[in-house]
């Protein structure tokens, strides 16, 4: 989750891609390229660890756009395919 963020704040579409799942990867990813994300929290962990093969993170990802500033909550999961894990999809709120 921590380097999806990265990818998010760095405007990385290609490590963004590669860390989807290819069963719901978007063809591309559109980022706006006035939103800078300022600080990621991790909520709640289940699973994830080195034996599992699910894994769910709920984060809080903080955000400012000009004057504007807010905040992107997600449940979001992930799937292990050989050693990497890969997002799968999320539930906003």
Do not use: K, N, Q
Request: charged share 35%; aromatic share 12%.
């Amino acid at each position: 989750m921590r380097s999806r963020y990265t990818a998010f704040a760095l405007h990385d579409t290609e490590y963004l891609r590669a860390s989807w799942h290819p069963s719901t990867r978007p063809a591309e990813v559109d980022l706006d390229p006035d939103l800078v994300w300022r600080r990621l929290l991790i909520v709640e962990r289940v699973g994830g660890g080195p034996f599992d093969r699910e894994g769910v993170v709920e984060f809080e990802a903080f955000w400012r756009e000009g004057d504007e500033r807010g905040s992107l909550r997600e449940r979001s999961r992930f799937v292990r395919d050989d050693s990497r894990w890969l997002y799968l999809d999320g539930r906003i709120g």
